[in-house]
């Protein structure tokens, strides 16, 4: 019996000292937490400062949602409108000079087909790029094409195979 008593007083002391710990970290956790929204209060309350009236200043703004009207006195001044550039002129430009078209082929022994070697078959050319030329007293657009090569042979089994 002298055991179960001093096992109770041991447990009372031990909840009475866990109480005053839970008190203890009841009252840091306010402390934060009031801590945390005055920091918040701050950093995302209101910023706008508001400034008393004083006598004999005038207020940039209207006192409400009234819109500012001009004074009577006041002349109203038309400002003009302007044009802007046109857009897409370049090849407006371009298209009135002489053209002189330049291909680009591959060489006959390129022309072989890597996967079967038999020689490919022209299927058409695309303009690469266009610019100007200058030769004293002569400008000429050149206009480069590049061929595209495909073999007959290995699209009939499948394969593509495009050189360009």
Known sequence: MATLVKNNEELVKQLAQANRQVDQLHQEITYLNELIAEMNRKLFGKSKEVIPDQDGQLSLFNNGNEPATPAQDEPVIEVKNYRRKAKGTKADKLAKFPVEQIEKELLISERDCQHCGVEMTDMGSIPIRSELAF??????????????????????????????
Do not use: D, F, M
């Open 135 to 164: 030769i004293p007293a002569k400008i000429t657009r050149l206009i480069y094409n590049q061929h595209s090569y495909v073999c007959k042979h290995c699209e009939q089994q499948g394969i593509t195979s495009i050189k360009k």
